[in-house]
């Protein structure tokens, strides 16, 4: 069955840098573009960045343009999002998701990040 | 604010038909599909209905959409308990070049 898996939340500084990583299983991962998709402390769902399936196509949410990065892995099924520059604003659960150019079909169980001194 | 507007409750009583809205503009809602999500309590959001009505395996015929210009609706008939959780509508937005979602509305069942 198709399973994703978040990890690498943690507590961060701000200005702090954090990877989050997504283990992909149970489908073609090369097949399918692929998502971050966050959810602030009692706040509806904000999506951050989607990248194509050879990682050729990426956009980003203004909110963190500049600031993260998209990346994947289609030798070991894996979806990154390296964070930098992090802010409050940016404390939430991240879901890694499949999908992108079309309906975010499939979404992981997501992971915390919080950014607080 | 969101992109996307929606009102930040709904409720109803079992088998009851209920609709929520989705407002947004001609660069997102007007041009291009909308996409209805469900995000239960403790669980992980999922799919409920895309592009023209279509529902992915699992999601009953309860539930159906509609576009008229820059607004949708999600309806479901026949309320049930377990249609308690948060509604989320999204599109893609031609000129922000990025997904947008709405607020989210949060459906009681009385």
């Known amino acids: 069955q198709v399973q994703l898996v978040e990890s690498g939340g943690v507590l961060v500084k701000p200005g702090g840098s954090l990877r989050l990583s997504c283990a992909a299983s149970g489908f073609t991962f090369t097949a399918y573009y692929m998502s971050w998709i966050r959810q602030a402390p009692g706040q509806g769902l904000e999506w951050v960045s989607y990248?194509?399936?050879?990682?050729?196509?990426?956009y980003y949410a203004n909110s963190v343009k500049g600031r993260f990065t998209i990346s994947r892995d289609n030798t070991k099924n894996s979806l990154h999002l390296q964070m930098n520059s992090l802010r409050a604003e940016d404390t939430a659960v991240y879901f890694c998701?499949?999908?992108?150019?079309?309906?975010?079909?499939?979404w992981g169980r997501g992971t915390m990040v919080t950014v607080s001194s | 604010q969101s992109v996307l507007t929606q009102p930040p409750s709904a409720s109803g009583t079992p088998g009851q038909r209920l609709t929520i809205s989705c407002s947004g503009s001609s660069s997102n809602i007007a041009n291009n599909y909308v996409y209805w999500y469900q995000h239960l309590p403790g669980m992980s959001p999922r799919l409920l209905i895309h592009k023209n009505n279509e529902r992915p395996s699992g999601v009953p015929d309860r539930f159906s959409v509609s576009k008229s210009g820059t607004s949708a609706s999600l309806a479901i008939s026949g309320l049930r308990a377990e249609d308690e959780a948060d509604y989320y509508c999204a599109a893609w937005d031609d000129s922000l070049r990025g997904w947008v979602f709405g607020g989210g509305t949060k459906l009681t069942v009385l």
């Open positions: 998701v499949r999908g992108g150019g079309d309906a975010f079909d499939f």
């Open positions: 990248i194509s399936t050879g990682g050729h196509t990426i």
